[in-house]
Each structure stands twice: as structure tokens, then as C-alpha cells.
């Protein structure tokens, strides 16, 4: 009010005095031309005019209800005056009732530790409590005032009155069983039944029999425990084999076991080719597989026929000259097949499989000879390549382990080498037979001498990755080994078994899938499959990429070179196909 006032008395700084505009008294004075009107030098701008002020105003001030803080003293009618402006109608009193917390206006108060936990402890132990939220001596009872209290039930209420309200600091009642009489025996001269402080009870059961509800719980509860972690016996799969030739046996009674001598090479010789070259094209697709290719291998010595494993559980055995037709489907698994392994004349051979499975087939026939299991997936299987142990076979587990069979003695493994941290992925026989080499997913390889289940030599580094694909060289002195970095490294096969840092393999991409590497016959290449469906050739010497192409729309996960032949080579991918590139 006093700043209004002060406005009355403000006045205009300007020393002459303003002359009001000349009245235009004339009706008809807007008929006439304007006459020049010259601006006045001594006109002014009031910028306070005179302004009365109104009495009847509010004189308080008005503050935010919501305000945490003022800068002024205010008055005890203006801090507690009702809040101006209409109240919204579409909320009820709760919810225009002023509120802290989502329940109500809490406000802090201070309760004593010690006052707090007496009062917990004796509502866990008798169930009455006093009330914290209301002062003492409150509720009358007849003349004698007492605290409201807070109970459980009904018989805490009838407790309370008859403990008095007593805590559980205070002395109450003795309750049944707060002194129970302990057997004793203090002798110490008494060995055998000296008890001291520790005696029993005398009233104590030491065996607690569940009721005739916890029995029928406890049956249901364990037969449906037992139904959950039976285990279903698998049994193997009805082996049978079908022959897709018209006639088993040609004209001179050769079954097609029986290497041709009409095909331009000489498929008896010991020798290799004297010069390998690059393949250029696509000659034949072999396709019969209805799911992915896992792994193909020659017929040994003479390589006229290939055999291959899918996820489809069949294996089937191709001709790689003639018609090249598929001879004949070996079918006997009930998942898919992870390897196969010839024996060295041909006539049988392996197959590993997902259902747990390792069975042993004859070639020619058919016929399934011998089935072998530990419960556990194989990931490889070899037999050992000497002409004195072709009864002898290898395989390696998803367990760890490296089981060695005999296949006249089928029910139990004769050895077993136990010492790698993670699933065995490859065996190698090195060293003429004497020794072999294995690798597994604990990015290590291992050196073993036959028969003896310690490993006699451990290599691990660092900057080693898992190697799922090892090819042993043609003249026996190096093993290639396919690196999940990309790479293919390379160990010195005989004596210290070292690894070639500078002999290195680039250029491919195969993180993450088991791609076969193998060598052309007189070691001038060395192939690759990849994970876009490729093959990669590199040079022997050195170590350089020399080609690629497109072979497969899926992984390429197995390359072989043709061990008499100059430049022919096959290919197996995840799309199902076998290829024959020349």
C-alpha cells in the first residue's frame, strides 16, 4: 500500500510545463485540410499517473501451500488461513485431505532402541504388545488406567492381562518346558556313559515320526521324483543296409569292393603323382543326403569309392568313377552320424553316432557286426592303423575321456586315457602307429604313447584356440590343424612335436565349425573348407593363397584330395551335396 502511495508523489523531471493540444471546435473540422502541426519541444510522457488505491484489497500475502521455504515473517492468520480457490468437485475428502505418504500425512517420531525391541520381542513371544502410537495410561480398566495394547488372539489378549503386560526383560510365569530336567552323570571316572553338560532331556524325543499327511506328501513327492530322473532306455536302432547297384557282382563275379583299371590312373600305385594342379571345374555333384554332409573319407589304399556321414542318420557309400552312382545306404542310427573310419583293407568300418552309439559295419554286405556304447556321444572314432591291432579302435568323448575298444570284446572298453578338461575332438596316429595325437575343446593337444593312459607330452599356450580338424601330412612329419582364429597351424609331427609360428595358414573364415583340411598327394597344396562354402587352396612352401571358389551354399565342412589322381578333389558341405571338382 505504501509503494502505491509513494506513485502520487512522482512527478515529471522535465523543468517546462506541457501545453494541452488545441480544441477543435469546429462540426465540420474534418472537411478541412490538417493543418502542419509542429511537435512541441516541451511535451512530456507521464510515465505514473495518479492512481488511487483500493482499501477494501486483501493486505495478506498469499504463499503456495507447497512452499518449503519463506523469506518473510508471516503472520499466525496468514500461515493457517484456508487455502485459497474453489475445491476441485470430483475428489472425495481422502483425497483432498493433505497427504506425505500414499496412506496419509505421517509424521516422524522418535521411539527409544531399547523401547522398540522389548516391545518386537515380547509380541514374538507371548503376542501382546503395547501400542506405540498413543501415550500411556489411555484405556481404563474399572479405576486402573493401563496402555492400550496390541495382540495376536484372543488368548494373548487373556496372557497380557495375566502377565501384567510384563516383557520379556520382566520375570513372568514359568511356562511348561522353560525347566526341563537333563539327565546327568558328572563322574568323570564313568568313560562310557559320562555326560556332563551334554545329557538329554529327559522328556526329549530324539526321533520325530511325520504324521500320516507328511507320509502321503512325501510318497507323492519322491515317486514323482523318481519318474522324472528315470531313465528311458534307448535301444539301438534295427540295422539294416540297401544296395542301390543291379547286380551285386559283375560278370567275373568282382563285387564293387574291387578297384577298376579302366579309368585312365593307375588306382595300385604306391607312389603319388609326380605334379598336382589346381582344380579348375565341377565335374559330378553327388546328392542323396537330406540333411547336412558331417564327414567324408576314401576307400583306402585305392580311393574308387567315398563314404559319407549326414545328419540325416544314413551313411552311404558312393562310386567315384563310372556312373558314379550311390552303391549302397548303411541306415542304423537314430540321430545323426558324427564320423566314420575305414580299416585299412576296407572291408569294415565305423560309425560314430549322436544317439551314443559306435557300430561297427561290413562294407560289402551290409550288416551291422558289433555295436559299442559308454553312455556317452562319441566325437571321433579311429582304428588304430597297425596291421597286428585292427581289432583295436579309439574314440573320443564328449566326456573328456579317449576310449579304446576291442571289437571282439564289446561290453567293456580295454583302456581308457582320461586327461584332457573338455570334449576330445581329434585322434591322429603319428609316429609309425607308436603314438597318437589328440585335441579338444580345452584349446590343448596332447601326445600319447599306445596303451599308456598318461600323456607323454602336453602343449598348451595362451594364444592357442580350440583345433576341431587335424590332417596328418602325406610324408608324416607335419600335422595341420584347424584353428578357430582363422588359421591353420602347424606341428612338427615326430620328435618335440613344435609348433611352426612362421608356417602359418591365413586368409579363410572357419571360427566355429570343424572345416577338414587335407594335402595334395606330393605336398605342393594344402585345401580348406570354409564357412561361407569355399575352398581355399594355399602353396605348401610358401604358405601363400593361391585360389578360391564358391563351392557350396552352406559351410564346406570337408575337403579331400584324391591321393592318385593330379588335380581332382571333393567337397562336402551342410546344403546335403558331395562335389568332384578336376
Given at each position: 500500500?505504501?509503494?502505491?502511495?509513494?506513485?502520487?508523489?512522482?512527478?515529471?523531471?522535465?523543468?517546462?510545463?506541457?501545453?494541452?493540444?488545441?480544441?477543435?471546435?469546429?462540426?465540420?473540422?474534418?472537411?478541412?485540410?490538417?493543418?502542419?502541426?509542429?511537435?512541441?519541444t516541451s511535451m512530456a510522457i507521464v510515465a505514473a499517473p495518479d492512481v488511487?488505491?483500493?482499501?477494501?484489497?486483501?493486505?495478506?500475502?498469499?504463499?503456495?501451500?507447497?512452499?518449503?521455504?519463506?523469506?518473510?515473517?508471516?503472520?499466525?492468520?496468514?500461515?493457517?488461513?484456508?487455502?485459497?480457490?474453489?475445491?476441485?468437485?470430483?475428489?472425495?475428502?481422502?483425497?483432498?485431505?493433505?497427504?506425505?505418504?500414499?496412506?496419509?500425512?505421517?509424521?516422524?517420531?522418535?521411539?527409544?532402541?531399547?523401547?522398540?525391541?522389548?516391545?518386537?520381542?515380547?509380541?514374538?513371544?507371548?503376542?501382546?504388545?503395547?501400542?506405540?502410537?498413543?501415550?500411556?495410561?489411555?484405556?481404563?480398566?474399572?479405576?486402573?488406567?493401563?496402555?492400550?495394547i496390541v495382540t495376536a488372539s484372543d488368548e494373548s489378549k487373556d496372557l497380557?492381562?495375566?502377565?501384567?503386560?510384563?516383557?520379556?526383560?520382566?520375570?513372568?510365569?514359568?511356562?511348561?518346558?522353560?525347566?526341563?530336567?537333563?539327565?546327568?552323570?558328572?563322574?568323570?571316572?564313568?568313560?562310557?556313559?559320562?555326560?556332563?553338560?551334554?545329557?538329554?532331556?529327559?522328556?526329549?524325543?530324539?526321533?520325530?515320526?511325520?504324521?500320516?499327511?507328511?507320509?502321503?506328501?512325501?510318497?507323492?513327492?519322491?515317486?514323482?521324483?523318481?519318474?522324472?530322473?528315470?531313465?528311458?532306455?534307448?535301444?539301438?536302432?534295427?540295422?539294416?543296409?540297401?544296395?542301390?547297384?543291379?547286380?551285386?557282382?559283375?560278370?567275373?563275379?568282382?563285387?564293387?569292393?574291387?578297384?577298376?583299371?579302366?579309368?585312365?590312373?593307375?588306382?595300385?600305385?604306391?607312389?603319388?603323382?609326380?605334379?598336382?594342379?589346381?582344380?579348375?571345374?565341377?565335374?559330378?555333384?553327388?546328392?542323396?543326403?537330406?540333411?547336412?554332409?558331417?564327414?567324408?573319407?576314401?576307400?583306402?589304399?585305392?580311393?574308387?569309392?567315398?563314404?559319407?556321414?549326414?545328419?540325416?542318420?544314413?551313411?552311404?557309400?558312393?562310386?567315384?568313377?563310372?556312373?558314379?552312382?550311390?552303391?549302397?545306404?548303411?541306415?542304423?542310427?537314430?540321430?545323426?552320424?558324427?564320423?566314420?573310419?575305414?580299416?585299412?583293407?576296407?572291408?569294415?568300418?565305423?560309425?560314430?553316432?549322436?544317439?551314443?552309439?559306435?557300430?561297427?559295419?561290413?562294407?560289402?554286405?551290409?550288416?551291422?557286426?558289433?555295436?559299442?556304447?559308454?553312455?556317452?556321444?562319441?566325437?571321433?572314432?579311429?582304428?588304430?592303423?597297425?596291421?597286428?591291432?585292427?581289432?583295436?579302435?579309439?574314440a573320443g568323448m564328449s566326456d573328456k575321456k579317449i576310449v579304446c575298444w576291442?571289437?571282439?570284446?564289446?561290453?567293456?572298453?580295454?583302456?581308457?586315457?582320461?586327461?584332457?578338461?573338455?570334449?576330445?575332438?581329434?585322434?591322429?596316429?603319428?609316429?609309425?602307429?607308436?603314438?597318437?595325437?589328440?585335441?579338444?575343446?580345452?584349446?590343448?593337444?596332447?601326445?600319447?604313447?599306445?596303451?599308456?593312459?598318461?600323456?607323454?607330452?602336453?602343449?598348451?599356450?595362451?594364444?592357442?584356440?580350440?583345433?576341431?580338424?587335424?590332417?596328418?601330412?602325406?610324408?608324416?612329419?607335419?600335422?595341420?590343424?584347424?584353428?578357430?582364429?582363422?588359421?591353420?597351424?602347424?606341428?612338427?609331427?615326430?620328435?618335440?612335436?613344435?609348433?611352426?609360428?612362421?608356417?602359418?595358414?591365413?586368409?579363410?573364415?572357419?571360427?566355429?565349425?570343424?572345416?577338414?583340411?587335407?594335402?595334395?598327394?606330393?605336398?605342393?597344396?594344402?585345401?580348406?573348407?570354409?564357412?561361407?562354402?569355399?575352398?581355399?587352396?594355399?602353396?605348401?612352401?610358401?604358405?601363400?593363397?593361391?585360389?578360391?571358389?564358391?563351392?557350396?551354399?552352406?559351410?564346406?565342412?570337408?575337403?579331400?584330395?584324391?591321393?592318385?589322381?593330379?588335380?581332382?578333389?571333393?567337397?562336402?558341405?551342410?546344403?546335403?551335396?558331395?562335389?568332384?571338382?578336376?
Amino acid at each position: 500500500m505504501s509503494a502505491l502511495l509513494s506513485l502520487r508523489s512522482y512527478g515529471n523531471d522535465s523543468d517546462e510545463d506541457a501545453s494541452p493540444p488545441p480544441p477543435i471546435a469546429d462540426v465540420a473540422g474534418h472537411l478541412r485540410p490538417l493543418p502542419e502541426i509542429v511537435a512541441s519541444t516541451s511535451m512530456a510522457i507521464v510515465a505514473a499517473p495518479d492512481v488511487v488505491p483500493n482499501c477494501s484489497l486483501d493486505s495478506r500475502e498469499l504463499v503456495d501451500p507447497k512452499t518449503k521455504e519463506l523469506k518473510f515473517n508471516p503472520k499466525l492468520e496468514d500461515l493457517y488461513a484456508p487455502v485459497v480457490g474453489p475445491s476441485n468437485p470430483f475428489k472425495t475428502k481422502q483425497q483432498l485431505a493433505t497427504k506425505n505418504v500414499l496412506a496419509g500425512f505421517a509424521e516422524p517420531a522418535h521411539v527409544d532402541h531399547f523401547q522398540f525391541e522389548s516391545e518386537r520381542r515380547t509380541f514374538n513371544s507371548f503376542g501382546y504388545a503395547k501400542d506405540p502410537s498413543v501415550a500411556e495410561d489411555i484405556t481404563t480398566v474399572g479405576t486402573v488406567k493401563q496402555p492400550r495394547i496390541v495382540t495376536a488372539s484372543d488368548e494373548s489378549k487373556d496372557l497380557a492381562t495375566e502377565n501384567k503386560l510384563a516383557s520379556v526383560f520382566e520375570s513372568t510365569k514359568v511356562r511348561p518346558k522353560d525347566k526341563r530336567k537333563r539327565e546327568k552323570n558328572d563322574d568323570p571316572g564313568d568313560v562310557e556313559n559320562y555326560l556332563g553338560p551334554w545329557g538329554k532331556f529327559v522328556d526329549e524325543q530324539r526321533v520325530a515320526c511325520p504324521t500320516e499327511e507328511e507320509k502321503e506328501y512325501l510318497a507323492e513327492y519322491i515317486a514323482k521324483k523318481q519318474r522324472r530322473n528315470r531313465k528311458v532306455e534307448e535301444k539301438p536302432m534295427e540295422e539294416k543296409s540297401v544296395l542301390h547297384l543291379k547286380e551285386e557282382k559283375d560278370y567275373q563275379g568282382r563285387s564293387f569292393m574291387h578297384p577298376p583299371q579302366d579309368v585312365g590312373v593307375n588306382l595300385r600305385s604306391e607312389e603319388p603323382p609326380h605334379k598336382c594342379f589346381i582344380p579348375k571345374r565341377l565335374i559330378h555333384t553327388w546328392e542323396g543326403h537330406s540333411k547336412a554332409v558331417s564327414a567324408i573319407r576314401w576307400f583306402p589304399r585305392y580311393a574308387h569309392l567315398l563314404l559319407s556321414c549326414s545328419m540325416d542318420t544314413k551313411i552311404k557309400l558312393w562310386q567315384v568313377y563310372g556312373n558314379r552312382k550311390v552303391v549302397r545306404t548303411y541306415m542304423g542310427h537314430r540321430q545323426a552320424v558324427r564320423d566314420v573310419s575305414f580299416n585299412n583293407d576296407g572291408t569294415r568300418f565305423l560309425s560314430a553316432g549322436y544317439d551314443r552309439y559306435i557300430k561297427l559295419w561290413d562294407t560289402e554286405t551290409g550288416q551291422c557286426i558289433e555295436k559299442f556304447t559308454n553312455k556317452k556321444v562319441p566325437y571321433c572314432v579311429k582304428f588304430n592303423p597297425d596291421e597286428d591291432k585292427q581289432n583295436l579302435f579309439v574314440a573320443g568323448m564328449s566326456d573328456k575321456k579317449i576310449v579304446c575298444w576291442d571289437v571282439r570284446t564289446p561290453e567293456d572298453p580295454v583302456q581308457e586315457y582320461d586327461r584332457h578338461l573338455g570334449a576330445v575332438n581329434t585322434i591322429t596316429f603319428v609316429d609309425e602307429n607308436r603314438r597318437f595325437v589328440s585335441t579338444s575343446d580345452d584349446k590343448s593337444m596332447r601326445i600319447w604313447e599306445w596303451d599308456i593312459p598318461v600323456d607323454m607330452k602336453y602343449i598348451a599356450d595362451p594364444s592357442m584356440h580350440s583345433m576341431p580338424a587335424v590332417t596328418l601330412s602325406p610324408n608324416q612329419k607335419w600335422l595341420a590343424c584347424q584353428s578357430m582364429d582363422n588359421k591353420i597351424v602347424i606341428f612338427s609331427a615326430i620328435n618335440r612335436f613344435k609348433f611352426h609360428r612362421k608356417k602359418t595358414f591365413k586368409g579363410h573364415m572357419v571360427a566355429g565349425y570343424a572345416c577338414g583340411i587335407d594335402f595334395s598327394p606330393e605336398m605342393s597344396y594344402l585345401v580348406s573348407g570354409d564357412a561361407d562354402g569355399k575352398v581355399y587352396v594355399w602353396d605348401w612352401k610358401t604358405s601363400r593363397m593361391l585360389t578360391k571358389w564358391k563351392a557350396h551354399d552352406k559351410v564346406c565342412i570337408s575337403v579331400l584330395w584324391h591321393p592318385h589322381e593330379t588335380s581332382k578333389l571333393a567337397s562336402a558341405g551342410w546344403d546335403g551335396v558331395i562335389k568332384f571338382w578336376d
